[in-house]
């Protein structure tokens, strides 16, 4: 596991800036797809990527927090985080601000912190005993 905060914590600001980054694009087309909805599990892929990261990078504070408050502040950063990307695409041309995107970015932490919880409780323990 990475024990350097400042690692733990420039992987969250670079993955925050890529959001912010990709989000300034103004003239973004997304594939004709059959799949309705395609964009919603674009923006749900990505925060379940960021919903890893920050679960991840609080790891070594979850000892001194209780496992509720880990998971809510989690929760909170990413969907905060969710909130002023959608603000923030209110500003660029031919962006729009949508509570749906919204949705999509919280259910997109949910799932990447259900994946955390997945891999301490079944994989990191593998990985600890063959050590």
């Known amino acids: 596991m990475i024990t350097s905060k400042k690692t733990r914590y420039g992987i969250i600001i670079f993955y925050m800036m890529l959001i912010f980054i ?26 379940a990527i960021f919903g890893s990261i920050l679960a991840f ?19 909170g950063i990413g969907w905060g985080y969710g909130i002023t990307d ?30 955390y919880l997945l891999f301490m409780r079944y994989i990191y323990p593998k990985l600890k005993r063959s050590q």
């Open 22 to 47: 990709a989000s300034s694009i103004h003239n973004v087309k997304i594939p004709e797809s059959e799949v309705i909805g395609i964009d919603k599990l674009l923006h749900m892929t990505e925060y």
């Open 57 to 75: 990078a609080l790891l070594p504070y979850r000892r001194k927090l209780i496992k509720a408050a880990h998971y809510l502040t989690v929760i």
């Open 86 to 115: 959608e603000i923030h695409q209110y500003f660029v041309p031919n962006r729009d601000m949508s509570i749906y995107d919204f949705f999509a970015d919280a259910i997109g932490v949910l799932i990447g912190l259900g994946l």
